[in-house]
């Protein structure tokens, strides 16, 4: 297949049918989700269609390094060309890439200036002219006039060079709910500024997009666009449950650094160069200080639940201690912006998991998200599926954000499914760390 046909099945070229016209020069475009769910994924895919199109493209990587963001782009390349089964694939890829600029900042900050002075030291000394302008990482929350300045110079700057604008937008659970129809914090504040705002809302295997603005329509139209979680491409009957090959830096492990099945989830991410976020708080003991987030009062709160909601789920009681309510507590974090949960522990005959690693299976299973869990005693693994338990063989990890947690009380078979479930997932270990 030539680059043309290739770049009329982009997932851009299939979302614009539902926008008017599409974004747009000197307009603003906004990609929000909550954490991993395919901001990145989304954006790239936006440059890759420009670029598939010979076009220039800006890319501000803000907390990420030139390496990550260079391996996104690579990755999505590779996963669009062999489904559609490109010609040539080496030499369109040269020739996209010529067209591509990446300015990665290790801080989250990114001023107007700051950006003009980028783009314009590439404009003046390499005729470089940007068609779409991308700005991964940006930080909405801060004083609302300072925001709506820079968004107001961002846009000025994408006008004077006949670009689009896009920027990611980090959203919060408790604030957008379940399926937003508006323009959400932390962008509500600047809707008169945004001219297409899209959110990403995972389903289980897939993420929905759903257009919360689009340009002056009173209603945006519904979309019915399935994509896959970590690509953004359009997700059919065939290809569900294939399984695309990102690469190992996009993948991150949330979990709690306890003694246990997380020390040991923590140490296989250590050994194969995984991110590591480890969800903690003051008075607790953890094994795991490798990306060690303390958690404060106001974000435990987050993750609160009723002493009677435990106890109808989860068919027990939990002790009514400030320590386990914490522990509760830093679960939720744990699950919220993940896109699978594994777990060791011992599957229950009321189709709960024992103690507090039942909490985490518990929210996975609320929020429709996959989950298996290696039963210790049955030594092997199980999958939620149909409303039931399904014994299955040789699961592997195929979300970017995945949940590793379980029992402190962590048998030898436990411990060689975590190192097994790795080595399938990403090949052998690349540290002996």
């Known amino acids: 297949m030539y680059r043309k046909e290739v770049n009329e099945q982009s997932p851009l070229r299939i979302l614009e049918q539902s926008i008017h016209g599409g974004l ?30 010979d076009r220039d493209v800006f890319h501000v990587a803000l907390g990420q390094t030139l390496e990550h963001v260079q391996s996104w782009y690579d990755a999505l390349f590779d996963d669009l060309a062999t489904r559609t089964q490109l010609d040539e694939r080496e030499s369109v890829r040269a020739a996209a890439w010529q067209h591509r600029v990446i300015k990665a900042f290790a801080d989250h900050q990114i001023t107007p200036s700051r950006l003009e002075k980028a783009i314009g030291m590439f404009e003046e000394h390499m005729k470089f002219r940007p068609s779409a302008i991308l700005i991964d990482g940006f930080h909405w929350e801060g004083p609302d006039d300072e925001t709506r300045s820079a968004l107001k110079a961002f846009r000025a700057q994408a006008k004077r060079l006949g670009a689009e604008l896009w920027i990611s937008a980090q959203t919060h659970r408790a604030t957008t709910g379940e399926h937003p129809t508006q323009v959400t914090p932390p962008c509500e504040a600047f809707a008169d500024l945004i001219d297409v705002a899209i959110f990403l809302e995972p389903h289980g295997d897939h993420v929905d997009i759903r257009l919360l603005k689009d340009h002056g329509d009173a209603v945006p139209p519904v979309t019915h666009l399935h994509f896959h979680p970590d ?68 974000e435990l709160r987050q993750g609160d639940v009723s002493s009677a909601y435990l106890t109808a789920h989860m068919h027990r009681t939990y002790p009514e201690t400030p320590l386990f309510r914490k522990i509760l507590q830093s679960i939720w974090h744990q699950v919220n912006s993940a896109g699978e949960v594994f777990a060791v522990g011992q599957i229950l005959p009321d189709n709960t998991v024992k103690g507090g690693t039942g909490w985490a299976v518990e929210l996975a299973r609320h929020w429709e998200k996959p989950v298996h869990v290696f039963d210790q005693e049955r030594k092997g693994w199980f999958s939620w599926k149909g409303g039931k338990w399904v014994d299955v063989v040789d ?39």
């Open 395 to 433: 699961p592997v990890i195929s979300r970017t954000r995945f949940t590793g947690t379980g029992t402190r009380f962590l048998t030898a078979e436990g411990r060689a499914a975590i190192r097994a479930l790795f080595t399938r997932s990403f090949g052998p270990p690349l540290s002996e760390a």
């Open 231 to 298: 690509t953004m491409r359009l997700v059919t009957d065939e290809e569900e449950h294939s399984l695309p090959k990102l690469p190992i830096s996009a993948y991150s492990l949330l979990s709690g650094g306890a003694a246990g099945a997380e020390a040991e989830f923590g140490a296989c991410a250590e050994r194969w160069r995984i991110g590591e976020v480890n969800f903690s708080f003051e008075g607790r003991a953890v094994e795991r200080t490798r990306g060690l987030v303390p958690l404060g009062e106001a």
């Open 24 to 53: 747009g020069k000197g307009n603003l475009g906004v990609v929000m989700s909550r954490a991993g769910v395919g901001k990145t994924a989304c954006l790239i895919q936006v440059g890759l269609d420009d670029l598939l199109r």
